[in-house]
């Protein structure tokens, strides 16, 4: 398996005029990431508005996705569900070749206790041929991966091999990070907090905003990875208030709203998303121009 440290791009899925899927935005924002220092990529997870693209059209990003990489960078594929048998279902059925591990969402709206995430994630983890990196944001699933069901998993399966932990909370990372064996990939879910993260022992970020600045993010954290935090905390500084405008309006709303100032995809989501306001659109412009 190849190394899943250090920045993770969670991408994005360009859609043409037609609302239909811009293959070749697609594979142009890859060769951004591969020239810009980018160490993985993390297909059809939250920022891809995996929730509104047909088991066809995932299928076919996965492959293109495969193609146009020509094996520089390792990915991930996000595969997570509420539904843990059609979840299995849809694990066993993917031809996932070209992916180094896949990254699995905390079942969402069903509210399951610890015990039902814990048989979900093993269900999930039996049924999965790849490496298998949990997905904590209780933000969006209302139920939270607690560090002592992350300990069990890890004890019972050999193959689940991280966590993105978007929640937030140093305390529960730097327990976990105290706790979990030292192969354990602990990977920040959210940007603001990344560095801090990685300052207490992470081993990097899956991260929206390096989708549209890569370099700039990518050079952040690995100066915190190697301990260098002057550097890093200037860097910090510059870039969290665009970390907040893009996260204001929700994602990947912020998000394709730069990445179209940039003329590398067009501002269209699907609903029940839509393109950010003209006043943070606004925003996003003026906040770029001071990071160029």
Avoid: W
């Avoid at 949990?134 to 139920?143: C, D, F, I, K, M």
């Avoid at 730097?174 to 081993?203: M, R």
């Avoid at 907040?244 to 067009?266: V, Y």
Wanted: glycine fraction near 8%; proline fraction near 5%.
């Amino acid at each position: 398996m190849q190394e899943l440290k250090g920045v993770g791009v969670a991408m994005v899925t360009p859609f043409n005029d037609t609302g239909a899927i811009d293959y070749p935005a697609l594979e142009n924002l890859i060769e951004l990431y591969v020239e810009q220092g980018i160490d993985f990529l993390v297909v059809l997870g939250t920022t891809a508005e995996v929730v509104t693209l047909s088991p066809e059209e995932k299928n076919e990003i996965l492959r293109s996705v495969v193609n146009y990489n020509r094996d520089r960078l390792p990915l991930v594929a996000g595969m997570g569900g509420n539904n843990t048998a059609v979840l299995v279902k849809e694990i066993k059925d993917t031809n996932l070749d070209g992916y180094s591990a896949i990254l699995s969402v905390c079942p969402y709206y069903n509210r399951p206790n610890q015990e039902g995430i814990f048989q979900h994630f093993s269900a999930v983890a039996a049924a999965c041929p790849l490496p298998v990196i949990l997905y904590n944001v209780p933000s969006r699933t209302a139920a939270s991966i607690a560090n002592e069901t992350t300990l069990r998993l890890i004890k019972a399966h050999k193959n689940i091999i991280g966590i993105k932990d978007a929640s937030a909370d140093m305390a529960l990372g730097a327990a976990l990070i105290e706790a979990a064996p030292e192969h354990f990939l602990i990977l920040s879910g959210d940007d603001a907090t990344a560095l801090n993260l990685c300052e207490i022992g992470g081993h990097g970020v899956i991260s929206v905003i390096a989708g549209a600045l890569p370099k700039q993010f990518s050079t952040l954290i690995h100066h915190g990875l190697k301990g260098e935090a002057a550097s890093a905390q200037v860097l910090q500084e510059q870039i969290s208030p665009m970390i907040d405008l893009l996260f204001e309006e929700g994602n990947p709303t912020g998000l394709k709203a730069l990445l179209a100032h940039q003329n590398r995809c067009i501002n269209h989501l699907r609903l029940p998303l839509v393109k950010a306001s003209t006043s943070l659109q606004n925003r996003i412009k003026v906040g770029y121009s001071k990071l160029v």
